[in-house]
């Protein structure tokens, strides 16, 4: 048996490959960006020709990095964007760019399509999807209407997961439970695509990637081509990974009834595990197979999160990148420090998050981004500020709704960017009055693609035995002194969203 695992995160605004022993530790790892299209006010798209050869040579620069010996490398798993919609032709190949899952394209015309022919509370109950415009339902139903000539060549609707495993060399289209359910199309109570959902848009299930239940399940083998692109050798098993999130979550350990996983990131999210498949009294929490686990997750997110603070840095932060630059830092760093010389509350200013959309506990596609409480005495570290309360302001109603739900959160796993932070994670803690855990690793979306094919090669027994590579490293306990203070800026949040709710939004 060799020493090796290699993880892949097709994320949203770029690409990560991590190596990983067999013990779970980060032998190394390689980044890169690539691009999103933005071709009208809310829509957001990806090209097939930007985002494979980053995949590719993130995988072959990883592995130079680490020097391993690549033949000590014995499976690989994909960890892919949710919500994103490919349609391809009878070769396999795009027939237009990939709509992306920040697309707001299918808000009103694509949710009128559907609640036009079924009722809000089916769609829910079947799907456990809140309906709403982020899940590909409603994009879908716009491309019918819309791009009727390219809906009619399509020959397989798939997801990230199905079409890059094709692409690395899987034999036939395959997806798992988590990626699947993001469609909005999939009855999870039975773990199959949904005849009736599927027969209201007009599309056969033939046209749809097998749904794998089983963790890690080899679906296919690295050939030569794809070897000489990645650098992993001939014959590397490809095993079923799962929708990011959910990878986040294996790779953070949450396999078992109440464990609750933030996922601060491109996409944020709170996920609690559930053994039950529960609804949302209100509907708003997203309800959706654990992958492989054989239980559920109970969820909420938002479209923008930590991808929120990237805005920031890319839109106000040009001193900051050139500074960064010249002392070989990252920016980030500049803007965190100075963010701790603000006060709790940002000096009255208030960021609402809402770059695309409002999903979570709001459910608003109309929601927009907005600072307010600004005056002439408004310095940026304030407005930077507000903008990392304001992301954890909006998770904390995520939080706030799932306790109203009747789920039962003791601690938090934080995952993704923001782990990285020790005034994000205490602020967190602070705000959602709960400890927050680091892991040993933040790169969970690349470890949880790793431990599925641990799973499904046989490197582990089961799933609860690849998890156990997950270890808490450090906890960030809430600071009661300073409850009330993120209280108080949090009423203003609110305040903030229901004064413009139904005027500007």
Same mark, same amino acid.
């Not at 990983?20 to 829509?43: T, V």
């Not at 695509?193 to 599309?203: A, E, Q, T, V």
């Not at 749904?211 to 030569?224: D, H, L, Q, S, T």
């Not at 693609?449 to 450090?474: D, F, P, Q, W």
């Given at each position: 048996?060799?020493?090796?695992?290699?993880?892949?995160?097709?994320?949203?605004?770029?690409?990560?490959?991590?190596?990983?022993?067999?013990?779970?530790?980060?032998?190394?790892?390689?980044?890169?960006?690539?691009?999103?299209?933005?071709?009208?006010?809310?829509?957001?798209?990806?090209?097939?020709?930007?985002?494979?050869?980053?995949?590719?040579?993130?995988?072959?620069?990883?592995?130079?990095?680490?020097?391993?010996?690549?033949?000590?490398?014995?499976?690989?798993?994909?960890?892919?964007?949710?919500?994103?919609?490919?349609?391809?032709?009878?070769?396999?190949?795009?027939?237009?760019?990939?709509?992306?899952?920040?697309?707001?394209?299918?808000?009103?015309?694509?949710?009128?399509?559907?609640?036009?022919?079924?009722?809000?509370?089916?769609?829910?109950?079947?799907?456990?999807?809140?309906?709403?415009?982020?899940?590909?339902?409603?994009?879908?139903?716009?491309?019918?209407?819309?791009?009727?000539?390219?809906?009619?060549?399509?020959?397989?609707?798939s997801t990230h997961q199905d079409f890059f495993l094709k692409k690395f060399g899987a034999e036939g289209y395959?997806?798992?439970?988590?990626?699947?359910?993001?469609?909005?199309?999939?009855?999870?109570?039975?773990?199959?695509?949904?005849?009736?959902?599927?027969?209201?848009?007009?599309?056969?299930?033939?046209?749809?990637?097998?749904?794998?239940?089983?963790?890690?399940?080899?679906?296919?083998?690295?050939?030569?081509?794809?070897?000489?692109?990645?650098g992993l050798p001939v014959g590397t098993p490809i095993s079923i990974g799962a929708h990011d999130q959910n990878?986040?979550?294996?790779?953070? *350990? =949450?396999?078992?009834?109440?464990?609750?996983?933030?996922?601060? &990131? /491109? #996409?944020?999210?709170?996920?609690?595990?559930?053994? +039950?498949?529960?609804?949302?009294?209100?509907?708003?929490?997203?309800?959706?197979?654990?992958?492989?686990?054989?239980?559920?997750?109970?969820?909420?997110?938002?479209?923008?999160?930590?991808?929120?603070?990237?805005?920031?840095?890319?839109?106000?932060?040009?001193?900051?990148?050139?500074?960064?630059?010249?002392?070989?830092?990252?920016?980030?760093?500049?803007?965190?420090?100075?963010?701790?010389?603000?006060?709790?509350?940002?000096?009255?200013?208030?960021?609402?998050?809402?770059?695309? *959309? =409002?999903?979570?506990?709001?459910?608003?596609?109309?929601?927009? &981004? /907005? #600072?307010?409480?600004?005056?002439?005495?408004?310095? +940026?570290?304030?407005?930077?500020?507000?903008?990392?309360?304001?992301?954890?302001?909006?998770?904390?109603?995520?939080?706030?709704?799932?306790?109203?739900?009747?789920?039962?959160?003791?601690?938090?796993?934080?995952?993704?960017?923001?782990?990285?932070?020790?005034?994000?994670?205490?602020?967190?803690?602070?705000?959602?009055?709960?400890?927050?855990?680091?892991?040993?690793?933040?790169?969970?979306?690349?470890?949880?693609?790793?431990?599925?094919?641990?799973?499904?090669?046989?490197?582990?027994?089961?799933?609860?035995?690849?998890?156990?590579?997950?270890?808490?490293?450090?906890?960030?306990?809430?600071?009661?002194?300073?409850?009330?203070?993120?209280?108080?800026?949090?009423?203003?949040?609110?305040?903030?969203?229901?004064?413009?709710?139904?005027?500007?939004?």
């Open positions: 048996m060799g020493k090796y695992l290699v993880g892949l995160d097709g994320g949203t605004t770029g690409c990560k490959t991590c190596i990983f022993d067999l013990e779970g530790n980060l032998i190394d790892s390689d980044y890169r960006e690539y691009p999103c299209y933005y071709p009208h006010p809310g829509w957001v798209e990806q090209t097939a020709e930007d985002l494979l050869p980053d995949l590719f040579d993130s995988i072959k620069t990883a592995i130079y990095k680490s020097k391993i010996n690549p033949n000590e490398i014995v499976g690989f798993g994909f960890s892919s964007q949710g919500s994103v919609i490919g349609l391809l032709d009878e070769k396999g190949d795009t027939l237009r760019p990939f709509v992306g899952w920040q697309d707001m394209r299918g808000n009103p015309e694509g949710l009128d399509f559907w609640l036009d022919r079924i009722p809000r509370e089916e769609i829910y109950r079947v799907t456990g999807d809140p309906f709403g415009a982020t899940f590909s339902s409603s994009k879908l139903a716009w491309l019918k209407l819309h791009e009727p000539e390219i809906w009619e060549k399509t020959a397989i609707f395959f997806t798992d439970f988590s990626s699947a359910s993001r469609e909005g199309m999939m009855d999870i109570d039975n773990n199959c695509w949904s005849k009736k959902m599927h027969d209201i848009l007009g599309i056969p299930i033939e046209k749809r990637a097998v749904i794998v239940a089983e963790p890690g399940k080899i679906v296919g083998r690295i050939g030569r081509e794809v070897s000489d692109k990645t990878c986040s979550t294996f790779g953070a *350990g =949450a396999v078992s009834d109440g464990t609750a996983v933030l996922v601060m &990131g /491109t #996409f944020g999210s709170c996920f609690v595990v559930s053994d +039950k498949s529960i609804r949302d009294p209100k509907g708003r929490l997203v309800v959706k197979g654990n992958h492989g686990c054989g239980n559920y997750t109970i969820e909420g997110f938002s479209n923008t999160a930590a991808s929120s603070y990237r805005w920031y840095r890319d839109t106000l932060s040009d001193l900051e990148k050139l500074q960064a630059k010249e002392k070989h830092v990252d920016p980030y760093d500049l803007m965190n420090e100075q963010i701790k010389k603000v006060p709790i509350g940002a000096n009255g200013v208030v960021f609402l998050p809402y770059l695309q *959309g =409002a999903a979570g506990a709001k459910l608003n596609a109309n929601a927009r &981004g /907005t #600072f307010t409480g600004m005056t002439l005495g408004t310095a +940026k570290s304030d407005m930077a500020r507000a903008v990392m309360e304001g992301i954890c302001y909006e998770m904390n109603d995520i939080i706030q709704a799932e306790l109203a739900a009747g789920i039962k959160i003791s601690g938090i796993r934080l995952t993704g960017g923001a782990a990285k932070s020790p005034i994000w994670c205490q602020m967190m803690a602070d705000i959602y009055k709960q400890p927050i855990h680091i892991l040993q690793t933040s790169e969970t979306g690349c470890l949880g693609a790793a431990l599925y094919a641990g799973v499904g090669i046989g490197v582990y027994k089961n799933v609860r035995e690849a998890a156990s590579t997950a270890r808490i490293e450090k906890t960030y306990e809430p600071n009661e002194s300073n409850f009330d203070a993120y209280d108080e800026a949090y009423v203003r949040f609110v305040a903030a969203y229901d004064a413009l709710d139904g005027r500007f939004f």
